[in-house]
Each structure stands twice: as structure tokens, then as C-alpha cells.
């Protein structure tokens, strides 16, 4: 099957402020968005049961987990080039003195679709998995949290969902879930959609010769 991205199909990305874009190298399959308030209860003697009186609201955190892998084309820059660039985003700024008031880490934004979150990077996890014989890291799992800055993004909440009918792909000699979603979707991430789809519970054994059904998305 030819490779083919999807109508209206939208690559996520990562922003560091005064810096640099990072295209992510698959979309994510997921990320969650949660929001916090602070509410104290009215004390009055006697009442077992007191109102409870608004006092703040707490920022917005977005927690986040991306697939870095190079062994699937294309990508913008290499694994290690790609997290050094995110784990210098969690360092002051070279040239700022203690105590300034811009003495702070950048802030960095995820974008993908209608949302864009901006926010101070509380936390970022890089889990290398694996290498070329020179030790140079060929796919990380990364994983980072973001608290909101500013006014609280739009559109936070999109949907994916899988509709039969897209196509359908025969297993040749090769073939895995994460390559055929790439040279479907674009997206090698999407792979579970496809295992949904056709009931596939292992995905590392595919029997050669089978139909599999490539589910549509919408977005």
C-alpha cells in the first residue's frame, strides 16, 4: 500500500519560547489535561456540615507521553539531538544572574490541532531504548508535565475514532502494526487501531498472507 496521510491530518508539535520547534516524530495516542480548585470550608460551631467558599483557582497541567523513533522516516533531527534540545529547556538560561527576574527555564508549548498549551515545564522524563553499536539512542520515550501560563487554551479536548472502511492490507514478509500505521495514517502510533479493528492481540506476530481491515479516522 502507498503511503498516504490521512485528510486534514495535523502533526503535533513542541515550542520552546526564544527557541527552537520541535515537530513530534508520531503524534500522541494520548495526553491528559486537569484542573484543580481550592475551596475552604466556613467554619461555624455546631454545624456538622459547613458551606464550602471559593478562594482560588489552580493552573491547568497537561501531562504528555511522545515516541521518539528515528528507525522510522522521517524525522526532523536525531533522538539525542531532539531531547538534549527539551532537557536544555529545563536549565536557566546561560548569562542570567541568581535572583533576576528572568533567571527561569523557557516556557514550552504543545500544539497540535485547535490546541495549543503554553506552559513552565514541571517535569521531563527521557527513557532511552534503544542504540547503534556507537551507543547514539535511536528511540526514546518521553514524557513531560506542563503547567499553565496564561489564559486557559481552547479546544482542549479533541476526539479520534477509528470507522471501518479505510482499506485493506495483506501481511507481507516484514510487515509490523507500527509500519503498516505509518504507511497508512503517516502516523505509526495508530498501530492499536488497527489491532482493535482486527482483533490482533500480539502485535509482534502477524501470520503473512492475512487481510488485515485499515480502519478510517476521524478527527
Not at 503511503?3 to 508520531?26: T, W
Not at 516484514?174 to 492481540?201: C, F, H, K, M
Request: aromatic residues 10%.
Amino acid at each position: 500500500m502507498a503511503s498516504a496521510l490521512p485528510e486534514n491530518f495535523v502533526r503535533a508539535y513542541l515550542e520552546i519560547e526564544g527557541g527552537k520547534k520541535l515537530d513530534c516524530y508520531f503524534n500522541p495516542t494520548e495526553y491528559s489535561i486537569a484542573k484543580t480548585n481550592t475551596w475552604e470550608a466556613e467554619k461555624v460551631n455546631g454545624k456538622s456540615s459547613p458551606n464550602q467558599k471559593f478562594t482560588s483557582g489552580n493552573p491547568r497541567k497537561l501531562e504528555l507521553s511522545l515516541l521518539f523513533d528515528q528507525t522510522f522516516p522521517p524525522f526532523t533531527m536525531s533522538v539525542g539531538e531532539a531531547t538534549a534540545m527539551l532537557l536544555d529547556a529545563m536549565e536557566v538560561p546561560s548569562g542570567q544572574n541568581a535572583g533576576a527576574p528572568t533567571a527561569a527555564p523557557p516556557f514550552i508549548t504543545f500544539g497540535w490541532g485547535k490546541l495549543k498549551f503554553k506552559g513552565a515545564c514541571t517535569s521531563l522524563t527521557c527513557t532511552y531504548k534503544l542504540f547503534t553499536p556507537e551507543g547514539q539512542p535511536l528511540r526514546a520515550d518521553v514524557k513531560l508535565s506542563l503547567t499553565q501560563t496564561g489564559e486557559p487554551p481552547k479546544g482542549q479536548n479533541p476526539t479520534t475514532r477509528a470507522q471501518a472502511g479505510f482499506g485493506v492490507h495483506r501481511i507481507k514478509d516484514g510487515d509490523t502494526l507500527p509500519s503498516i500505521s505509518y504507511d497508512t495514517y503517516g502516523d505509526a502510533t495508530q498501530w492499536r487501531l488497527i489491532a482493535e479493528a482486527n482483533g490482533v492481540d500480539n502485535p509482534l506476530h502477524l501470520r503473512r498472507g492475512r487481510s488485515l481491515s485499515i480502519p478510517s479516522i476521524e478527527n
